[in-house]
């Protein structure tokens, strides 16, 4: 009996084990499947077109940026620094004070020369006083006291020889008519030339007086030739003082400051090094068989390696009249507007110089193109009836976001725009 069950048993688990080949064989085999294989399914993706666009011509070239301007700020004035308001990397606007030279010698220099103006101005007022004159009166030297008197006994001395002269004629006549004796007329005779004798004294006392006058009056322009030279020292030491403040040529950000407080400066010392960053200044070197596209006001794009997502547009300021013989070069200056002060002096960058000529270009949307990094290579998915092509690209400029395709896709050609990264040749999608 015991046998008989065991039997039994092995029956009914055979009989299951082929009941349930049976029904696998069933699933597998064709028109039973209810569902896609995974790689046959659908990737849901947007698309973008690409566009035929005008390129303009350009030269190819690399560049190093390099500041706008550059001072090295030096001391008018000689001696000790006193104060230093800046350090090394600071922005600081023109006319900005950012160093000082102690001005204490200059200071008494200054005092000096102001007690000279005084002492002169006194000295100008005692000549002026000796001529009784006012305050910046003019010269006349018949209004001085001196002269008037001078002149007032010479007036009267001519008019007693005038008097001396008429008696001497009325008794010489007399005397030729015999009505008068000769001892008389001998007697008015000496009395004219007495007279005469005293207007001559009186004219050269007025002529004294007058040359004394004039002397003093020179005296007056002396003084007041004192007076300006004083000023002059004055104004002199006033701008010695001023010239111990060093101030900022122009705006820019300081690159170096090699020097302290306390240590002694001349005009040859450099105090600090200010840069002018905006606009900011590429020198490119370009070829020497591109020398004549380039002119002053061309655009120029730049992308710098630091900021890879940017480009900085410019144009050319100053084209170098000569060329290297050694490289078959010559270099050319491009300003940049660099408000953030992105650009430091010393950035390496490729340039693009526009230049007449161009064409037409097939740009696509940035979100279209796929790095494919096992081969290195930029894809991009092309959807034709609703199967994506893969297509291996060579990109060219980037302009927002588009870029340009040197090869690969043709205008007007419908491209995804996303899940690249699950396409593949032939895969199906729906938009």
Not at 60 to 89: C, F, H, M, R, Y
Not at 335 to 350: H, K, V
Request: hydrophobic share 40%; aromatic share 4%.
């Amino acid at each position: 009996m015991r046998e008989v069950c065991i039997y039994v048993w092995v029956c009914l688990m055979l009989l299951g084990s082929w009941s349930c080949r049976s029904s696998s064989a069933g699933d597998a085999r064709p028109g039973n499947s209810n569902s896609e294989s995974p790689q046959n399914a659908a990737i849901a993706i947007t698309v973008g077109k690409t566009e035929a666009r005008d390129v303009a011509a350009v030269i190819q070239a690399t560049g190093s940026v390099s500041a706008d301007e550059s001072s090295d700020v030096a001391p008018k004035a000689a001696g000790k620094i006193s104060n230093l308001s800046i350090n090394v990397g600071q922005f600081v606007n023109a006319g900005a004070v950012i160093a000082r030279v102690d001005d204490r010698d200059a200071r008494l220099r200054l005092s000096s020369a102001q007690a000279a103006v005084k002492r002169a101005k006194v000295s100008v007022s005692q000549a002026e006083a000796r001529l009784g004159l006012g305050p910046n009166g003019s010269f006349n030297a018949s209004t001085i006291p001196e002269v008037r008197a001078a002149s007032a006994n010479y007036e009267q001395m001519l008019a007693e020889l005038k008097q001396a002269e008429a008696n001497e004629k009325r008794y010489r006549e007399l005397t030729e008519s015999g009505d008068v004796a000769m001892v008389t007329y001998e007697t008015y005779r000496t009395q004219r030339d007495t007279a005469r004798s005293r207007a001559n004294a009186a004219k050269q006392q007025l002529d004294v007086a007058i040359n004394a006058a004039r002397q003093n009056n020179q005296a007056i322009a002396a003084a007041r030739a004192d007076v300006e030279s004083a000023e002059m020292q004055v104004a002199e030491a006033t701008q010695a003082i001023a010239d111990t403040v060093i101030k900022a040529p122009f705006s820019g950000f300081v690159s170096s400051r090699p020097v302290a407080v306390g240590e002694y400066v001349s005009s040859a010392s450099v105090v600090a090094t200010i840069l002018r960053t905006n606009p900011i200044k590429i020198e490119i070197r370009i070829a020497e068989a591109d020398l004549p596209y380039v002119i002053v006001g061309r655009g120029v794009s730049a992308q710098i390696d630091a900021y890879k997502d940017r480009r900085f547009s410019g144009t050319v300021t100053a084209v170098s009249p000569a060329v290297d013989p050694n490289s078959r070069s010559a270099i050319v200056e491009a300003s940049i507007e660099n408000g953030d002060n992105s650009l430091r002096p010393g950035m390496f960058a490729t340039v693009q110089i526009t230049r007449e000529g161009g064409g037409k270009g097939i740009f696509v949307p940035k979100s279209a193109v796929y790095n494919h990094q096992p081969t290195q290579s930029h894809r991009a998915f092309v959807i034709v009836d609703g199967v994506a092509k893969l297509k291996v690209l060579q990109l060219g400029r980037e302009e927002g976001d588009w870029v340009q395709i040197l090869n690969g896709l043709e205008a007007d050609q419908n491209v995804a725009t996303s899940n690249l990264d699950q396409l593949f040749e032939g895969a199906r999608v729906v938009v």
